[in-house]
């Protein structure tokens, strides 16, 4: 009512926008969060085959001591070991469902282990270390990247700001803009740049 028809198509793209960088932010948060907890779950599971257990017998412990959302991983994988779908299959439906490089790298060694044998402990010690350097390394990326990120947003908030506060205190002369085919495919023109600018600046730092 405010705004107008343009405020509310402006409002409604922005909700969009602002709704699916939330749902990716989520779900990157989940994958870190996963990343984190997987290395303290094959300690757990290579504490367990030193022990004596089998590799499934080690699954159920590691589920046990394990924080979601990698709780939640093993109690699919040990509930499909439980109905009799192959251990193997089991694993390899795990990393598939993760999409995760370091699930991938666990179900890797787990089946090469199962395929050749080897010493299983000392091969999943080796693999959770190299979870952790990636961990280590992923904080400080993003540590390092927190000030480019930061102004990626100003950025892109600071000129629909502007223009917001431009429509509140000087609306007859934004109204005499947009009343023009070509201010308003201006207004269009720029709002769309700044989307798109914000969205390259987050690919840029996508490594993050």
Not at 145 to 155: D, E, F, H, M, N
């Amino acid at each position: 009512m405010i705004a107008g028809p343009l405020g509310g198509l402006v409002g409604a793209a922005g909700g969009l926008a602002a709704r699916r960088i939330r749902r990716h932010r989520h779900r990157k948060i989940l994958a870190n969060r996963r990343d984190e907890q997987l290395a303290d779950a094959i300690g757990a599971l290579t504490a367990a085959v030193r022990s004596g257990m089998s590799v499934p017998q080690a699954m159920a412990y590691a589920m046990r001591e394990a924080g979601s959302p990698v709780r939640d991983d093993l109690t699919r994988v040990v509930a499909d070991i439980e109905v009799g779908v192959p251990l193997g299959e089991a694993i390899d439906a795990w990393a598939e469902r993760s999409q995760s490089r370091d699930v991938q790298l666990v179900a890797g060694a787990l089946d090469l282990h199962r395929r050749s044998g080897g010493d299983l402990p000392a091969v999943l010690d080796q693999v959770a270390a190299t979870i952790r350097e990636r961990v280590a390394v992923a904080r400080e990326v993003r540590a390092l990247t927190a000030q480019a990120r930061l102004s990626g947003w100003i950025l892109g908030v600071l000129p629909i700001g502007f223009f917001a506060f431009l429509w509140l205190t000087s609306r007859r002369d934004i109204e005499g803009a947009l009343g023009t085919p070509a201010g308003l495919a201006s207004v269009l023109l720029g709002l769309g740049l700044e989307v798109g600018s914000f969205f390259w600046i987050r690919a840029l730092l996508e490594v993050a």
